[in-house]
């Protein structure tokens, strides 16, 4: 089985990058956006969380490329797995909290009808996530990777 | 695996480094693009310290000011507009409210195009027609090609402009970094959702106001 972990190695860092660079792309181009779905988490003050809807989608496409291209990947893993366990808490808080909001994780954001929220999914789907990193933490060794060995 | 010992840390190295310029580049043009600019063009019926809104009865006084952030591609902001358009143009003509109109630009390109012909369509006081037109024919769906440049035109001959200057200032997009500014402004004072009211500099209350006439009406009149 442990054969095969470099395979799986690769197609975690597929997933991953694959998921950063999506959400960052859709973002990065709608700064306005990007900002307000940051501002409609009601936790930074304003002038802060509209300079980080700006520079996540950004961080978010750096990350993915590292991943996809295979480079430093235990640490892109990591910071990956640190990136969704933010988002967790901003999305668990915003729910605690009884906000309305979209999590604008792949553009949109900003309040929607108490509906169309879709907190348990959100957060299943970064829970997810940071598996996926964990795995890549514990064995960063995979196929196709620019970088052969990850320290 | 490491057949040239080093030789993987150079590439590594020389990858993150490239990775990151691009990134910081990157967040840098967005971060200065979409900044407020100081001394973009704008119609003489915007007003920079009414955060770059349309602004009409300015000079009133002892008058409640009704601030509105919207969007024409916004559907909701069509509801809003079908139930309260005709009131807040009679606010206007009656001079009952000073009325801010500050046009946001989420939904993508053909907004940011609308809001750049509505003050084009101010330059010849046909910004409150213009307005009623948008609404009245929006599309299903976001950025369908109905507010091109080519589109806004023919919305412009429904209401009446048909000018050569509207013409080259829906083109140009001369009041492109307006529609940056009103933008930037709504971010400041945190927007967060097309249709916005602001009566007196608060905004309304979302569960009750905006979508009940008379308690639209009661909470600017009182």
Redesign the interface.
């Known amino acids: 089985m442990k054969k095969y972990f470099p395979w799986f190695g690769l197609l975690a860092r597929l997933i991953l990058g694959g998921v950063l660079i999506t959400a960052g792309y859709l973002k990065a181009f709608n700064p306005s956006k990007a900002k307000m779905a940051v501002r409609a988490y009601e936790v930074l003050p304003i002038a802060l969380a509209n300079i980080l809807g700006v520079l996540l989608p950004w961080v978010e496409l750096g990350v993915g490329f590292l991943l996809i291209l295979g480079v430093a990947t235990r640490f892109t893993a990591r910071f990956t797995a640190l990136l969704m366990f933010v988002f967790i808490i901003a999305i668990g808080q915003a729910w605690a909290r009884g906000l309305s909001i979209d999590c604008g994780c792949f553009g949109g954001g900003g309040q929607v009808d108490p509906s169309q929220t879709k907190y348990l999914p959100e957060i299943g789907r970064d829970i997810a996530f940071i598996l996926i990193s964990y795995f890549l933490i514990r064995y960063p060794t995979s196929r196709f990777a620019l970088e052969k060995e990850d320290q | 695996?490491?057949?040239k010992p080093g030789g993987?840390k150079i590439?590594?190295n020389i990858?993150?480094g490239m990775?990151?310029f691009?990134?910081?580049i990157?967040?840098i043009f967005?971060?200065t693009?979409?900044k407020s600019t100081n001394g973009v063009a704008i119609p003489s019926i915007v007003s920079k310290a009414e955060g770059y809104g349309v602004v009409f009865n300015g000079d009133l006084k002892g008058v409640p000011t009704v601030d509105l952030w919207e969007d024409f591609q916004c559907p909701i902001c069509g509801e809003f507009e079908t139930l309260n358009g005709a009131y807040m143009q009679s606010l206007i003509s009656q001079k009952k409210a000073k009325v801010v109109f500050h046009l946001?630009?989420?939904l993508?390109p053909e907004s940011i195009q609308a809001a750049n012909a509505a003050a084009c369509a101010a330059d010849e006081d046909k910004f409150l027609a213009f307005h009623a037109y948008l609404y009245a024919h929006q599309s299903k769906t976001e950025n369908s090609g109905l507010w091109s440049a080519a589109g806004l035109l023919e919305a412009g001959k429904g209401a009446g402009l048909t000018s050569q200057a509207f013409t080259s200032c829906v083109k140009d997009s001369k009041y492109g970094d307006w529609v940056n500014n009103v933008?930037?402004d709504?971010?400041?004072k945190?927007?967060?959702?097309t249709p916005t009211v602001f009566v007196n500099g608060t905004e309304i209350n979302r569960n009750t106001d905006y979508f009940n006439a008379a308690a639209f009406k009661k909470v600017i009149e009182g």
């Open positions: 695996m490491a057949t993987d590439t590594r990858v993150i990775v990151a691009v990134v910081a990157g967040a967005s971060y693009s979409s946001l630009s989420f993508g933008a930037a709504g971010g400041a945190n927007v967060n959702q």
